[in-house]
T-cell receptor, first 113, second 114 residues
């Protein structure tokens, strides 16, 4: 059973600070990693994708991947109240997609004004 | 470019009925994946269609089925509805299959089974 683990939170961060979200995965052969943001009552929207070890930056967001440790993280700099949402980590499986994307249950992030 | 669309957005059904949900992918995307989202289980993979063929299937009973048409639009069907089928059903499209490429989600269909 492939698993993706996230701390459910809530994670409370002051406005303007850095929010750090973490995710571990069990399938060592996974190649594709995604962070989605989901507002209450809405569908997930893509924040970042990352495929190689290291950091990938896009605006205020930085995704970090460490395949040896089977660990993915998302940093949000200069956090804004509009960043308050549930953040889902998703990982593809190494078996050609037989299991689709495996999602963590999400971290609920609250940015306090 | 238009995003993924799903119809209907909301549905109320009773136990034992069947339901069909529709998904139109982003233009040029050939893969459509379906997911079920519930508060307890989170997002779970139902199946994926690529070029009208079911490529992958999650761990759901046979009451859940789907198909894809030549224009890449997809439908999923749930027969003999149970209370536990109440959920948000999401479809996602991507250019390729296998979960390697980014999947973009539609707004979802919220199904309530009474």
């Amino acid at each position: 059973q492939k698993e993706v683990e996230q701390n459910s939170g809530p994670l409370s961060v002051p406005e303007g600070a850095i929010a750090s979200l973490n995710c571990t995965y069990s399938d060592r052969g996974s190649q594709s990693f995604f962070w989605y943001r989901q507002y209450s009552g809405k569908s997930p929207e893509l924040i970042m994708s990352i495929y190689s070890n290291g950091d990938k930056e896009d605006g205020r967001f930085t995704a970090q991947l460490n395949k040896a440790s089977q660990y993915v993280s998302l940093l949000i700099r200069d956090s804004q109240p509009s960043d308050s949402a549930t953040y889902l980590c998703a990982v593809n499986d190494s078996g050609g997609g037989a299991d689709g994307l495996t999602f963590g249950k999400g971290t609920h992030l609250i940015i306090q004004p | 470019k238009a995003g993924v669309t799903q119809t209907p957005r909301y549905l109320i059904k009773t136990r034992g009925q069947q339901v069909t949900l529709s998904c139109s992918p982003i233009s040029g995307h050939r893969s459509v994946s379906w997911y079920q989202q519930t508060p307890g289980q989170g997002l779970q993979f139902l199946f994926e269609y690529f070029s009208e063929t079911q490529r992958n299937k999650g761990n759901f009973p046979g009451r859940f089925s789907g198909r894809q048409f030549s224009n890449s639009r997809s439908e999923m069907n749930v027969s003999t509805l149970e209370l536990g089928d109440s959920a948000l059903y999401l479809c996602a499209s991507s250019r390729g299959s296998g979960g390697v490429e980014t999947q973009y989600f539609g707004p979802g269909t919220r199904l309530l089974v009474l």
